[in-house]
C-alpha cells in the first residue's frame, strides 16, 4: 500500500468528461495529470480549467505516458474498444464509462487484454455506490425484505442531450438507446435479485415519438426473468419532464421503495427517500449523505483509488459490465423481433 497519489489521465473532456474531471480533483489520493480531448474547443477549455496537467489532441500521446496509473475513459459508445484497448495495451488501469462496448465481441477482447496485462478494470456502473441505491442493496442483503422477488426500476425524464456532433442521436455510434439510461436500471435489477441466479430470458417493447427513427425509443419497457423464479421490469421514457427515478423491490417478508427526482439528472440538489416495510411496520430509511450520479461519480473515483492502493474490490468488474451490455442487447433484439429473448444466447 502507498500513499502516493494515483496518477489519472482522463479521455474525453465533454460534458460528462468535464464532472469526471472535477471528481479526479476533488478525490483524495487521486491526481488529474493529463487529459485528451478531440476538439480544438475541448483542449483550449482543459488547459484553461487544468493548466497542472498535460493536455493532448490524441489520446495516444496520453497513454504512451509512464507516469499515469489509471485511465478514465469518457468517450461516445462506438470509440469505447478502440481506445479502452489502447490503455490497457499500454499497461495503465481502467475506468471506462458504461457500455463498456457496443458487441460482445467488444467486451470479450477487452476482459482478455486485461486479464493478459493484469490490470484493473472497471466500468463505469457508480449507481452501485449510491447512498441510497447501495442502501437498498444492503438491506436486501440482510434479509430486510426475506428473498427478493420482483424489482421494478423505471425512469422518466426529458429527452437525451445530443452529445458531442449528435453522436447520441447516431445509432452507428451510440450502439443503442437501451445502451445508454436502461443499461444502469438493468445492472441494479441484476445485483438486486443476484440471490434468485442470474437473468434468462427476456421480453422487451418499445416506440418512438419521432417520425422515421423508430431506433430512437423514447418509451422502453422490458421484464426479465431470473433462473431462481425473480423478475424484474425496467421501463423508461424520455418524454416526459426533469429527471425522476423509482426503485420498488419486494420479497418474502417486506419490502423497499426508493425514489429520487431533480430538475435534471446532474443536479447536485435532488430530493430523494428511502422506505422500508420489513413485514410487520413501514419505516423511512435515512440516507448518510445525498445522492446523486454527481456524487456517485466522485465516490467511483475514490473506489478505484482505494482497490489501486489496498485491494479493496472494485464497485463494478469488467465481468458485471459485460452481463450489463448482453442484458442490453437481448433486450435490443426482443424489441426488433417480438419475441422473447434468452440472454444466454449473449452471455455464453
Wanted: charged content about 25%; hydrophobic content about 40%; glycine content about 8%.
Amino acid at each position: 500500500m502507498s500513499d502516493r497519489p494515483v496518477r489519472f489521465g482522463l479521455i474525453g473532456f465533454g460534458a460528462w468528461g468535464q464532472h469526471h474531471a472535477n471528481a479526479i480533483t476533488v478525490t483524495d489520493g487521486a491526481e488529474l495529470v493529463a487529459i485528451a480531448a478531440r476538439s480544438d474547443t475541448s483542449v483550449a477549455a482543459a488547459k484553461e480549467k487544468y493548466p497542472d496537467a498535460a493536455v493532448y489532441n490524441d489520446y495516444r500521446e496520453l497513454v504512451a505516458r509512464e507516469d499515469i496509473d489509471f485511465v478514465d475513459v469518457v468517450v461516445p459508445s462506438h470509440l469505447h474498444h478502440a481506445v479502452a484497448t489502447a490503455v490497457l495495451q499500454a499497461g495503465k488501469h481502467l475506468l471506462l464509462e458504461k457500455p463498456m462496448g457496443v458487441s460482445m465481441d467488444e467486451c470479450d477482447d477487452m476482459i482478455r487484454i486485461a486479464n493478459q496485462q493484469k490490470r484493473l478494470f472497471a466500468v463505469g456502473h457508480e449507481l452501485r455506490l449510491s447512498s441510497m441505491w447501495g442502501k437498498a442493496k444492503e438491506l436486501i442483503d440482510e434479509g430486510f425484505i426475506g428473498d427478493p422477488l420482483y424489482a421494478l426500476v423505471e425512469l422518466s425524464r426529458n429527452p437525451y442531450r445530443q452529445g458531442a456532433d449528435g453522436w447520441r442521436y447516431d445509432i452507428d455510434r451510440v450502439g443503442s438507446w437501451i445502451l445508454e439510461e436502461p443499461i444502469h436500471f438493468f445492472d441494479l435489477a441484476r445485483w438486486y435479485l443476484e440471490r434468485s441466479g442470474q437473468p434468462e430470458r427476456i421480453y422487451a417493447t418499445a416506440n418512438s415519438r419521432q417520425p422515421g427513427r423508430p431506433e430512437l425509443q423514447d418509451n422502453f419497457s422490458a421484464i426479465m426473468h431470473f433462473s431462481g423464479g425473480s423478475y424484474a421490469v425496467v421501463s423508461q421514457t424520455l418524454a416526459a419532464f426533469e429527471h425522476h427515478q423509482t426503485a420498488k423491490i419486494t420479497g418474502t417478508k417486506g419490502a423497499l421503495w426508493a425514489s429520487w427526482s431533480g430538475a435534471q439528472d446532474r443536479t447536485r440538489h435532488p430530493t430523494f427517500s428511502l422506505r422500508g416495510f420489513d413485514g410487520n411496520e413501514v419505516v423511512t430509511i435515512p440516507i448518510d449523505k445525498p445522492t446523486g450520479e454527481l456524487f456517485e461519480l466522485e465516490d467511483q473515483v475514490a473506489r478505484v483509488v482505494q482497490a489501486h492502493r489496498s485491494g479493496v474490490p472494485l464497485h463494478c468488474t469488467a465481468e458485471d459490465g459485460r452481463w450489463s451490455v448482453a442484458m442490453c442487447l437481448a433486450a435490443e433484439a426482443s424489441v426488433r423481433s417480438g419475441n422473447i429473448v434468452s440472454i444466454g444466447d449473449y452471455i455464453s
